[in-house]
């Protein structure tokens, strides 16, 4: 459709070096094309202009010193995307590879899943090419009290509220809330989401974004009369979200089989996810020692993804972006895995979605199946305005709720656009934009 394709175009002339952002504009106009024949009055509200432009980007020095006392200088990001459906709401990122079009990516991506979750919150996303591996503990808190001193002027807690997301944990959101505090001299817990449960934490916070994947894949495996007991799972990454994501899945009798992290993977048909949870989050060091801690399984180094061999039904990428282009997109088809869920944001590039559309292979975006993080950090900040603490029961309930309702918001769109019946690229990104346009028309021109 030619306003979709002189949007696209301008994007590309105008940040021709933001490709992961490109790439997020380019997946999710190209899929709600739809909205746009149905309503051609949204060309001269400059409705696609307006979804696409930031309403703000925070850019800052961000200097720190290390344990020898040589300063270095990071630079810091927040961009607050769309508030139009309330306080902006996104992690912060701190990881080398950070950069503006990251940022923009993910503050994109995060207004319109925040969109499907129903809760009150607009989108942003932050963080800083500062890479925590191998720092002490003085030099993150150090750096994260520098961050801070520049991003406490632009947050709040009916502004801006940031939660973790890639090496941002309940530590360093621990030094961020403490540094804000003490700058602006007031309690405002809901600043912050992701803080540990002493301080105004959520239960359940911690394991949200992965039960909540699992949640929703539960819901895909009822339309096709399945179960997750006994299927064969690949889960790439062993952060926060692969971790939880294999702790829900192994409760429902699902058979997890593989790990990676940033330097290797393991493969293990008695993958003991104990020892996974002692290498990455006590001991932070690599998956490398798996075999030698549990006694069993295999390590190699290099990609999950290019592993060949091995069979599975269901692969969820939980470690970062573009993890899987077209290559790696056949070599899970040759695995015989019939659904791909996406733990992390664009773990695939739209190629390798492109693909497994073709080969009938289901496929979840992660706007969709990994929204149970943000949605119970929208239950956090509830908690904090009411000064009361629901139960982790209380708390999961919610959560599984609210992952069910997107699944059958994405159903609705199915059903309403004549879609194919397990398009769930085009379903979740129509029921997203939809639920932000009609609040920007509602709010005039902005
Ligand atoms: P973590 O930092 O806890 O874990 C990231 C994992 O990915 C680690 O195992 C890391 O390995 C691995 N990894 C990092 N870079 C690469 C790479 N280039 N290739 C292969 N593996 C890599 O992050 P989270 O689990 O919090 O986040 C993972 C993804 O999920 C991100 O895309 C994030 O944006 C998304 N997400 C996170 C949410 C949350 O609540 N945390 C919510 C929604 C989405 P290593 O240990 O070696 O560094």
Redesign the pocket.
């Known amino acids: 459709m030619e306003y979709i394709k002189e949007a696209l175009n301008h994007i590309k002339e105008k940040d021709v070096n933001e490709k992961e952002f490109i790439q997020a504009v380019e997946e999710v106009l190209n899929s709600v094309d739809v909205i746009f024949a149905q309503n051609p009055q949204y060309q001269n509200k400059g409705i696609i202009e307006r979804l696409v432009e930031p309403e703000r980007i925070i850019q800052f020095r961000v200097p720190w010193e290390d344990d020898q006392g040589k300063i270095h200088v990071n630079r810091g990001f927040r961009v607050q995307f769309n508030g139009v459906l309330g306080p902006y709401k996104g ?1 912060l ?1 701190f ?1 080398p ?1 950070v950069n503006l079009s990251i940022m923009k990516f ?1 503050g994109f991506e995060q207004v319109f ?1 925040n969109a499907l979750t129903g809760m009150p919150i607009g989108g942003g996303k932050g963080g800083s090419d500062f890479d925590p ?1 191998g720092r002490s503990d003085n030099e993150i808190k150090r750096f994260c009290n520098s961050f801070m001193t520049e991003l406490y002027r632009h947050i709040g807690p009916d502004i801006d509220v940031p ?7 309940s530590k360093e959101i621990g030094y961020l809330y403490g540094h804000y505090r003490r700058l602006r001299g007031t309690s405002e817990r809901g600043v912050l989401t ?1 803080k540990g449960l002493g301080y105004g934490g959520s239960l359940v916070r911690k394991e ?2 992965g039960y909540g994947v699992i949640y929703f894949l539960n819901e895909i495996l009822k339309r096709i009369n399945k179960s997750l007991s006994k299927q064969r799972i690949v889960i ?8 939880y994501t294999a702790e829900k899945a192994k409760e429902y009798d699902g058979h997890v089989i593989a790990m ?4 290797g993977y393991i493969i293990d048909e008695q993958l003991d996810l104990d020892v996974v949870k002692l290498i ?1 989050e006590v001991k932070r060091e ?2 490398s020692l798996y075999p030698q801690i549990s006694g069993h399984g295999e390590y190699y180094v290099g ?1 999950l993804y290019d592993h060949l061999g091995l069979k599975y039904d269901i692969a969820i990428p ?4 573009n ?1 899987i282009d077209i290559k790696r997109a056949k070599n899970i088809y040759d695995s015989s895995c019939k659904i791909v869920v996406e ?5 695939n590039d739209n190629d390798a979605i492109m693909y497994y559309q073709e080969k009938g292979i289901i496929f979840v975006p ?1 706007k969709a199946s ?5 949605a119970t ?1 929208a239950l956090e900040m509830s908690q904090n305005s009411m000064r009361y603490n629901w139960t982790f029961t209380e708390v999961d309930e919610k959560l599984r709720t609210i992952m069910q309702d997107i699944h059958q918001q994405c159903l609705m769109a199915i059903e309403a656009y004549k879609l194919n019946e397990y398009d769930y690229v085009k379903a979740a990104n129509i029921a997203g934009v939809s639920l932000v346009i009609n609040a920007m028309i509602s709010q005039g021109d902005y």
């Open positions: 992690g990122r990881n590879t993910l899943k591996k939660a973790g997301d890639m090496g941002v944990g992701g949200a974004t790439s990454g062993s952060g926060n979200v692969a971790i990676s992290d940033s330097k990455k690599g998956l990609s939980c470690a970062t972006q993890e733990g992390a944001n664009m773990p992660g990994n929204a149970g993080g943000v950090s």
